[in-house]
C-alpha cells in the first residue's frame, strides 16, 4: 500500500514554505511565499492555500494531513495564543484550516516543528535525547528527552532563547534583561555591532562601508567584514561565540542530550562559532553531562521546519488509523 503525503507548512515573520513530503521526509515539492508587513490569519490561509495547491499540481498527488509550525505561541488545541511576529492574538487556526482544506491539521510552534524534523529525518535522526538551538534573527530551541518533545505546562516548554546568560544584561524582545537571544540572536548582535562602530568609529570604518551606514550595520555585515580578516568583526564573532558557549553549557547541563544540533541564520553566517562551542562546551560543561556529548550542525537547514510539520502530520494520521 502506498504510504500517504502529507504537507508541511513553516511561518516565520516574513515567509510561508509549503512543502509536500512523503514518510522518509523527502520533500517532493516547494513553494514559498515572501510577505513584508504582518498579514491577518484569513490572508496567510488563503497564501498556504495557493502553495498547498502549487505543491499537489506539481506532484500531481493528493495529501492526506497538513502539519504547520508557526513563529508563535501556540496551545496543545492549535490556537495560535500570541505572536509578535504576525501581530496575532487567540486565533484558533487548527480549526480555520480544518474548515479550508477538509484535512486533518496539527499546528505547533515553528522552532517546535523544525525540532521535530531534525528529530526525524535530520542531525538527530534516532537519538532519545537531543537538544537544538537554531540561533537565527531570534534564538530558538527543543528538546527532545526520553523519546518525547518537551512541551512544558503550557506548551511553551524549550524556549533556550530565553535563558539568561548575563543577570541584568542587555534588553530582550521578552520581558527579561541578559538572554541568550540579546546577545547572539541576529538582531542583537547587529546591535552590538553598531554600538561597537559608535564607540570605536576607526575600529568600525569597514563594517560601515560595507553596510552604507551605521544604522544598516547587520549579523550579515559582521559575517562579511569577519570572512576578510576585520579586527573589530572578528571581536564581534569571539564575543558572540562566549555568549553562545554560557547559553549551550547551561542547556547541556540541564538536559544531558546525547545530540546538540545547532542552526539558523547566524550559525550558517559563521559556522566558525560550531567549533568555538565544541571546544569551550567540553571544558566548561560538567564532566557527566558532556560524556558522550555530540554537537553537530543541522543536517535539514531551512527545511527543518517544513519536514518536521510533515512529520508531525503523519503521527495525526498514525493516531487516527
Ligand atoms: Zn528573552
Redesign the pocket.
Known sequence: MKKPLTVGVDIGGSKINVGLVDHNGRILAAHKTNFIASKKPDEIIADIQTGVNMCLNNAGEEAEALGIGVAAQVDRKGVVLGSQNLGWKNVPLKKKLEKQFGLPVAVTNDVNAATLGEWRFGSGKGVDDLAVLFVGTGVGGGVITGGKLLAGCTNSGG?L??I?IVCEGRK???????????YVGGWAIAERAQEAVRTSPKDGQRLVSLAGSVEKVTAATVSQAYREGDLLAQRLVEETGHYLVAGVVSIVNAFNPCVLVLGGGVIEGIPELIQIVKESVQRRALEAAVEGLKIVKTALGGDAGVIGAAALAQDLLKQAS
Open positions: 524556549e532563547g530565553h539568561t530582550c524582545h521578552c520581558p527579561n534583561r541578559g538572554c541568550l537571544e540579546a
